[in-house]
């Protein structure tokens, strides 16, 4: 069948891969991947919470995973107070900083603004919180809080990410001493490695993480693995508690012809690649890239691509766009930065010359009887590299040879993180049911902290 007109059919002889390095002036990546938010400036920030109603039962706050006082610390931004501001907001969240970049905000907190009602202009709440937090972050004594007396108790945490982040500082906050074992050779875990740079410019992440840890009482174990249940028991067995925040086990797989070409990657690798290369002036990219997938991972792909030089990168997604996991602002941002998005276009093939990716084959769809179904027609991109972006998986083996009991290869939990296990408890990506969000994450390891110190206290 021949290609639709929506792009020009491959050539018969695949041109030689366009991957390479430098297609941009040096100093013209810092400007690419500048902070994509720059921060408020004073006088905006006080004309921005003047905007607050500070709603009594606010839905902000009831919006907001870990049920930051919205209102609460608006308000003190409005009156000068930013220590006090910051303090109401990583009370509630110690990773603030963080989620005030990444959050989807649009969908959470200002979704539920009543200005967002009335007005189609909800308060910019997160730029706010931004705000207070990197004026704690940039002062004199960033550190706002103490740790109780010690308890005597340990717990392993295992996953330096914000589920693992979150609970090792409430854990600690409550007198509690911590060991932190991460795979990697970085704490943060997605917020280092899987999240767009210009989204967290300047070393943001590293730089929350060493606030975190300076309450005191957390060590941390980079280059760490669990690999074996005799490890997990031994960690049970030393400490009081183990607190379970690994994440997602690996990345899914597309399942057709061409995977394995030259040129085809995982764009989880591909944005950890980026986010760990000093120079990105030594980052090669193609001329032409296609990213399969609909959520952010696939919008952080697709919009790096092209701030690295890439002439042509084409996002495409199996269904429709309203469907996306992606927000409809993500969207925009990414067509904004010269991503073109496609949908209801499944992948077929992957095409390749000399064992190098050259192409992709796509199947347009449509809904029958509430069905996807292939409507005939086909769709053929050339292509110098494919990013894959279809989601990660869970199932990490170990997990289900301890005896974890588990739902779909994630671990099953009580409202409070507890497992099936005694003593352990999960939280984040690894954790049955709940969004995949690092709010969420890091609600799931305040709960799970507060849970174990509400046990020992009980005994």
């Known amino acids: 069948m021949p290609p639709s007109p929506l792009a020009p059919p491959l050539a018969s002889a695949a041109p030689a891969p366009d991957i390479r390095a430098g297609r941009l002036p040096a100093p013209e990546y810092a400007r690419r991947f500048a902070d994509a938010t720059p921060p408020m400036k004073p006088a905006q920030a006080l004309l921005e919470a003047e905007r ?63 200005h967002q009602t009335h007005a189609n202009q909800p308060v910019a709440i997160g730029r706010l919180q931004r705000y207070a937090v990197d004026a704690l972050m940039a002062s004199d004594q960033p550190q706002l809080f103490t740790r109780a007396a ?15 982040l979150a609970c090792a500082h409430t854990l600690a906050r409550l007198g509690h001493r911590v060991q932190i074992y991460d795979a990697r050779a970085k704490p943060g875990g997605l917020n280092e490695y899987g999240i767009a740079a210009y989204k ?19 060590t941390l174990h980079c280059g760490w693995r669990l690999d074996s249940v005799s490890q997990f028991e031994t960690l049970r067995r030393t400490h009081d508690a183990v607190f379970l925040g690994l994440g997602l086990a690996a990345t899914v797989a597309l399942g057709i012809p061409g995977e394995q070409l030259n040129g085809v ?19 090669p990219i193609g001329r032409r890239v296609v990213v399969i997938g609909g959520g952010m991972t696939a919008i952080d792909a697709s919009v ?11 996002m495409v997604y199996r269904r429709g766009t309203a469907t996306m996991a992606a927000s409809g602002a993500e969207q925009a941002w990414a067509q904004t930065r010269g991503v ?18 050259s192409g992709v084959c796509f199947a347009e769809q449509s809904i029958v009887d509430g069905r ?18 279809i989601g990660q998986r869970p199932g990490h083996p170990v997990l289900e040879q301890a005896g974890l009991s588990l739902q779909d290869g994630r671990v099953r939990v009580d409202a ?33 902290a507060h849970a174990m110190d509400a046990h020992w206290r009980s005994v």
């Open 52 to 114: 607050c109603l500070y709603c009594y039962d606010a839905p902000c706050s009831k919006a907001c995973p870990t049920a930051i006082d919205v209102p609460s610390f608006i308000h003190r931004i409005a009156d000068g107070n930013l220590r006090g501001a910051a303090n109401a907001i990583l009370e509630a969240n110690p990773l603030g900083g963080l989620c005030a970049r990444v959050c989807p905000t649009e969908t959470l907190c200002e979704a539920a603004c009543v």
């Open 150 to 164: 010690q308890s005597g108790k340990t717990v392993a945490v295992l996953g330096a990410g914000p589920a693992g």
């Open 200 to 218: 967290l410019a300047d070393g943001f992440a590293q730089a929350e993480v060493q606030w975190l840890l300076g309450i005191g009482g957390i």
């Open 265 to 283: 990657h995982d764009a989880v690798d591909f944005i950890a690649r980026l986010r760990q290369t000093q120079d990105l002036a030594q980052l």
């Open 304 to 314: 790096q691509s092209k701030l690295l030089g890439a002439e042509e990168v084409h």
């Open 340 to 357: 073109v998005l496609h949908e209801w276009l499944a992948p077929l093939e992957i095409l390749g010359h000399d064992g190098q990716v």
């Open 372 to 389: 996807l179904t292939p409507t005939g027609r086909r769709v053929q991109w050339d292509a110098d590299m494919v990013l894959k972006a």
């Open 416 to 448: 409070h993180g507890q497992t099936s296990l005694p003593g352990v408890w999960a939280g984040g990506d690894c954790r049955a049911g709940g969004p995949d969000l690092s709010v969420q994450a890091v609600q799931d390891g305040k709960i799970a």
